[in-house]
């Protein structure tokens, strides 16, 4: 599905208008019924319902909200946090419908704001109705008192497009934001609510498209998704284990065992059909134990333990044998094996994945990826991300999904930002944002099953772009799989990888319901 930004969302309400002869009116009154049909299949019509008005059009959103849910005679009081002479025409003509309807309505001022702490814990449910996209600025006075009076009510609390306070492009908190427990948004989810913080005060999302024309919600215009699932390649019968794919895998060193392990071992449980291990010959005899399915191709060693520059025709040679190439997980830092990543990186012929430490080695010349002839992607997460932009983590998680596109078209290459809802963004300048996976998944080792993920899904079938979105996608559901059956609670690495053929399992299976699952409903 596609995911809007603020202009993008404002742009295709101004082609509904003028293109498509659906005005203002019809958007406001099919928004505002949406909203009121998620109140009345959740809450009774016993209960009551306090709308939270603002000045806009969100305000007016809720006005409508606020009639529909009375005309199925639910007990309605509206809370209007705006000037009534300073409203637009369209928001006037629904406040006066509301009076017409008998509603009650209050104007809340900064005189008399405490009263909604002391009247809003009364009401059963609580439309939040305040702000929606347009907010530009962090809530101050009436309105930051009106949000913490809807957060310290204890009602169930439902958002008109957008929780109030939300930065509706970045995700971030302005000064204060509601918590909802449910967000019906309109014509198109907003990147705000897809991404931390915002995905968490949002609540349950649901999309209403109001009316839109197919043509605006499927707009090519719009370059930013939600990563959706793909149908696996199918596994034929008369196939062998070239025909899934061989990966080869330069990692490891004599410090980190588990890296190189994890990535070239989920290659397998991904999938994948072939998997070769280039590591430092000390830890051969160990990994072996552990992952004895993969090949090892033993390297010699740096007096450190990490893998000399000696290698480099051999590690070449290797690579033309290969269908995809993976650098960097526990790689280690040592200026001899810096020398030899920088020095492959350009003259491997395959696609590539650069993660871990083969990414703060990128970091000292980013440059050497413009000259490679294949797809690459690189795995970075924000203090990775860091050091390969110069820009302050903060600011990164600020500013995820803009930082990651960036990138990719600075570099050339694919960017997996990691992190809660991991940012996917390729060099045409489209980007996915991922909904599987889960807190559980933040753990040592986590990286390295997503590396080898990506390479299985290269390695069955898919495109490199499809991969790169499946390998995060499978990385994800295999997380939440190992979640349900152990608890998030000491999921480990191990378990993530352990979990991938079953994860590979409910898709091929299972398809509609994961993608159901992993997709946000459209209320209808």
Same mark, same amino acid.
């Given at each position: 599905?596609?995911?809007?930004?603020?202009?993008?969302?404002?742009?295709?309400?101004?082609?509904?208008?003028?293109?498509?002869?659906?005005?203002?009116?019809?958007?406001?009154?099919?928004?505002?019924?949406?909203?009121?049909?998620?109140?009345?299949?959740?809450?009774?019509?016993?209960?009551?319902?306090?709308?939270?008005?603002?000045?806009?059009?969100?305000?007016?959103?809720?006005?409508?909200?606020?009639?529909?849910?009375?005309?199925?005679?639910?007990?309605?009081?509206?809370?209007?946090?705006?000037?009534?002479? +300073?409203?637009?025409?369209?928001?006037?003509?629904?406040?006066?419908?509301?009076?017409?309807?008998?509603?009650?309505?209050?104007?809340?001022?900064?005189?008399?704001?405490?009263?909604?702490?002391?009247?809003?814990?009364?009401?059963?449910?609580?439309?939040?109705?305040?702000?929606?996209?347009?907010?530009?600025?962090?809530?101050?006075?009436?309105?930051?008192?009106?949000?913490?009076? &809807?957060?310290?009510?204890?009602?169930?609390?439902?958002?008109?497009?957008?929780?109030?306070?939300?930065?509706?492009?970045?995700?971030?908190?302005?000064?204060?934001?509601?918590?909802?427990?449910?967000?019906?948004?309109?014509?198109?989810?907003?990147?705000?609510?897809?991404? $931390?913080?915002?995905?968490?005060?949002?609540?349950?999302?649901?999309?209403?498209?109001?009316? $839109?024309? +197919?043509?605006?919600?499927?707009?090519?215009?719009? %370059?930013?998704?939600?990563?959706?699932?793909?149908?696996?390649?199918?596994?034929?019968?008369?196939?062998?284990?070239?025909? !899934?794919?061989?990966?080869?895998?330069?990692?490891?060193?004599?410090?980190?065992?588990?890296?190189?392990?994890?990535?070239?071992?989920?290659?397998? %449980?991904?999938?994948?059909?072939?998997?070769?291990?280039?590591?430092?010959?000390?830890?051969?005899?160990?990994?072996?134990?552990?992952?004895?399915?993969?090949? !090892?191709?033993?390297?010699?060693?740096t007096s450190s333990g990490t893998i000399s520059y000696r290698n480099l025709e051999k590690i070449l040679k290797l690579t033309e044998a290969s269908d995809i190439v993976a650098i960097g997980p526990g790689i280690g830092l040592d200026d001899e094996t810096a020398r030899l990543v920088l020095e492959l990186i350009p003259r491997i012929n395959k696609p590539l994945i650069i993660d871990g430490d083969g990414l703060t080695i990128l970091?000292?010349?980013?440059?050497?990826?413009?000259?490679? %002839?294949?797809?690459?992607?690189?795995?970075?997460?924000?203090?990775? #991300?860091?050091?390969?932009?110069? %820009?302050?983590?903060?600011?990164?998680?600020?500013?995820?999904?803009?930082?990651?596109?960036?990138?990719?078209?600075?570099?050339?290459? $694919?960017?997996?930002?990691?992190?809660?809802?991991?940012?996917?963004?390729?060099?045409?300048?489209?980007? !996915?944002?991922?909904?599987?996976?889960?807190?559980?998944?933040?753990?040592?080792?986590?990286?390295?099953?997503?590396?080898?993920?990506?390479?299985? #899904?290269?390695? &069955?079938? $898919?495109?490199?772009?499809?991969?790169?979105?499946?390998?995060?996608?499978?990385?994800?559901?295999?997380?939440?799989?190992?979640?349900?059956?152990?608890?998030?609670?000491?999921?480990?690495?191990?378990?993530? #990888?352990?979990?991938?053929?079953?994860? #590979?399992?409910?898709? +091929?299976?299972?398809?509609?319901?994961?993608?159901?699952?992993?997709?946000?409903?459209?209320?209808?």
């Amino acid at each position: 599905m596609k995911v809007a930004s603020s202009n993008e969302i404002r742009l295709l309400d101004k082609e509904a208008v003028e293109k498509y002869g659906i005005s203002h009116e019809i958007l406001m009154e099919n928004a505002g019924a949406a909203v009121a049909r998620l109140i009345l299949h959740t809450a009774s019509e016993e209960d009551t319902v306090a709308v939270i008005a603002g000045p806009g059009n969100n305000g007016g959103d809720g006005l409508v909200c606020a009639r529909h849910l009375a005309s199925h005679g639910m007990d309605v009081h509206v809370y209007l946090v705006a000037d009534p002479e +300073r409203l637009s025409e369209l928001v006037k003509k629904n406040l006066d419908r509301v009076a017409l309807a008998n509603i009650p309505v209050e104007k809340v001022t900064e005189k008399n704001v405490e009263e909604l702490q002391d009247v809003l814990p009364f009401y059963d449910v609580i439309v939040d109705a305040l702000f929606g996209t347009g907010l530009t600025r962090p809530l101050e006075g009436v309105y930051k008192e009106a949000v913490e009076a &809807i957060n310290d009510s204890g009602s169930l609390v439902v958002s008109v497009d957008i929780p109030s306070g939300i930065n509706s492009d970045t995700g971030e908190v302005m000064g204060t934001a509601v918590k909802a427990d449910f967000t019906v948004t309109f014509g198109l989810p907003k990147i705000g609510l897809l991404l $931390y913080p915002g995905a968490e005060y949002a609540g349950e999302i649901l999309v209403s498209h109001i009316s $839109y024309p +197919r043509s605006l919600i499927e707009d090519d215009r719009i %370059k930013v998704e939600t990563n959706d699932p793909l149908y696996p390649p199918p596994r034929q019968p008369d196939t062998h284990k070239g025909d !899934y794919g061989k990966a080869l895998f330069i990692a490891g060193s004599k410090r980190y065992y588990g890296a190189p392990m994890l990535a070239s071992r989920s290659f397998l %449980k991904a999938g994948g059909g072939y998997s070769r291990l280039a590591t430092v010959s000390s830890i051969v005899p160990f990994l072996a134990i552990r992952a004895p399915e993969v090949v !090892y191709e033993e390297l010699e060693e740096t007096s450190s333990g990490t893998i000399s520059y000696r290698n480099l025709e051999k590690i070449l040679k290797l690579t033309e044998a290969s269908d995809i190439v993976a650098i960097g997980p526990g790689i280690g830092l040592d200026d001899e094996t810096a020398r030899l990543v920088l020095e492959l990186i350009p003259r491997i012929n395959k696609p590539l994945i650069i993660d871990g430490d083969g990414l703060t080695i990128l970091a000292r010349d980013t440059t050497i990826l413009s000259t490679r %002839k294949y797809p690459t992607v690189i795995t970075p997460h924000p203090g990775e #991300m860091s050091r390969l932009t110069g %820009k302050p983590i903060e600011e990164i998680k600020k500013s995820r999904l803009k930082t990651a596109l960036e990138v990719a078209q600075k570099l050339g290459s $694919y960017v997996v930002l990691k992190g809660a809802h991991t940012v996917i963004a390729t060099p045409e300048g489209k980007a !996915y944002i991922n909904l599987t996976g889960n807190p559980g998944m933040a753990t040592a080792g986590s990286g390295d099953v997503l590396v080898g993920a990506i390479a299985g #899904m290269y390695g &069955i079938g $898919y495109g490199f772009e499809e991969a790169v979105r499946m390998g995060v996608f499978v990385h994800g559901l295999a997380g939440d799989l190992a979640a349900e059956s152990i608890g998030m609670d000491g999921l480990t690495a191990v378990s993530i #990888m352990n979990f991938l053929p079953r994860a #590979m399992k409910e898709l +091929r299976e299972n398809f509609e319901r994961i993608y159901n699952e992993n997709s946000l409903p459209v209320l209808v």
